[in-house]
Nanobody, 124 residues
Framework: VQLQAYGGGSVQAGDSLRLSCAPS????????MSWFRRAPGKEREFVSA????????DYTDSVKGRFTISRDNAENTVYLQMNSLKAGDTAIYYC??????????????????WGQGTQVTVSS
């Protein structure tokens, strides 16, 4: 499965962006889908995850209340709505798909499929 992530860009602090991730083939909710990010000079970190049927979501503390993950299994797309963006959100954002259990969602080594990354730059 190849993942295509898009929607990044350069914005001002306080603005919004919506990232999208579309697998190359129909997955029909087969995978836990997540977003990770890598800021300049830092390790890749977990941002958000959504369960196979969309009934459960998870967020890292720094984005809670500002980011919303969702999925449309009919459209085969996962979204990350990012509001009230901060300079600290500047990073390359990667979508990823995992066939592991929900409890493993925060660990990147459980993800077999990764998108190419989309750059998000927030200016203060």
């Amino acid at each position: 499965v190849q993942l295509q992530a898009y929607g990044g860009g350069s914005v001002q602090a306080g603005d919004s962006l919506r990232l999208s991730c579309a697998p190359s083939q129909r997955t029909y909710g087969r995978y836990v889908m997540s977003w990770f990010r890598r800021a300049p000079g830092k390790e890749r970190e977990f941002v958000s995850a959504i369960s196979r049927n969309g009934g459960s979501t998870d967020y890292t503390d720094s984005v809670k209340g500002r980011f919303t993950i969702s999925r449309d299994n009919a459209e085969n797309t996962v979204y990350l709505q990012m509001n009230s963006l901060k300079a600290g959100d500047t990073a390359i954002y990667y979508c990823a798909a995992s066939s592991s259990v929900w409890g493993s969602r925060r660990f990147d080594y459980h993800y077999a499929y990764w998108g190419q990354g989309t750059q998000v730059t927030v200016s203060s």
